[in-house]
């Protein structure tokens, strides 16, 4: 089984500052990482994904994400934030193989500072 | 392209009475089927989910039960509402043959228990 930690509940940032959201996995078998995030009242939409290849993944909105096999971890980040980018953001990841479910973490809460 | 639609929006419904929210998708044939929920400043919590037509399965043992009538369409039900069903459920779907592929999410009902 999979397991996910987000290890910040909330982030407060000033406006164009830069952020890092932190996420850690564990598993005993090769994953699959994804970010999503999730405005006010709203479902979750995928920022980004890792699958192989380059551990360096971009994604919208000018968010980016790095896995790490060797620290499992896989933080989100972006160089200068904008109050639109207000919301929870939530680290899942899954077993590269077969119907595996997706494991989220229980979400990062980030409020920009104008 | 895909869609997913889920709906009430919103919905109040006092103790004891039955659930029925629904949700479809389109554009995609055979695709794997969700329902979380996720309570108040928390992660979400899968339900339900489904490989197929008819074949549910459950990950936590509740009052609610989930259905899948149509290869498209995915309900999730409940007899008696509980005070603790209050939540936001979600709906998602992702693609049935390939493991690496992230799940979709719909834009959720608010279900409040009077």
């Known amino acids: 089984a999979q397991s996910v930690t987000q290890l910040d509940s909330q982030v407060p940032v000033f406006e164009e500052a830069p952020v890092e959201l932190r996420c850690n996995y564990s598993?005993?078998?090769?994953?699959?990482l994804f970010w999503y995030v999730q405005y006010p009242n709203q479902g979750l939409q995928l920022l980004l994904k890792?699958?192989?290849?380059?551990?360096l993944v971009k994604g919208i909105n000018g968010f980016e994400a790095e896995f790490n096999k060797s620290q499992t971890s896989f933080h989100l980040r972006k160089p200068s934030v904008h109050i639109s980018d207000t919301a929870e953001y939530f680290c899942?990841?899954?077993?590269?193989?077969?119907?595996?479910?997706?494991?989220f973490g229980t979400g990062t809460r980030l409020t920009i500072i104008p | 392209s895909q869609t997913i639609h889920q709906w009430p929006a919103t919905l109040v419904q006092p103790v004891g009475s039955p659930l029925s929210l629904e949700c479809t998708v389109e554009?995609?044939?055979?695709?794997?089927l969700y329902w979380y929920r996720q309570a108040a400043g928390r992660g979400l919590q899968l339900l339900f989910y489904?490989?197929?037509?008819?074949?549910i399965s459950s990950e936590v043992p509740q009052n609610l039960s989930a259905s899948r009538p149509q290869d498209r369409q995915f309900i999730l039900s409940s007899k008696k509402l509980l005070l603790s069903d209050s939540g936001f459920y979600l709906c998602?779907?992702?693609?049935?043959?390939?493991?690496?592929?992230?799940?979709?999410f719909g834009d959720g009902t608010r279900l409040s228990i009077l």
């Open positions: 890792y699958l192989s290849g380059s551990t």
């Open positions: 489904s490989v197929g037509i008819g074949q």
């Open positions: 998602a779907w992702s693609e049935g043959s390939y493991s690496n592929q992230p799940q979709h």
């Open positions: 598993s005993s078998v090769s994953v699959y």
């Open positions: 899942a990841v899954k077993a590269n193989f077969g119907n595996e479910k997706l494991t």
């Open positions: 554009g995609t044939s055979n695709p794997n």
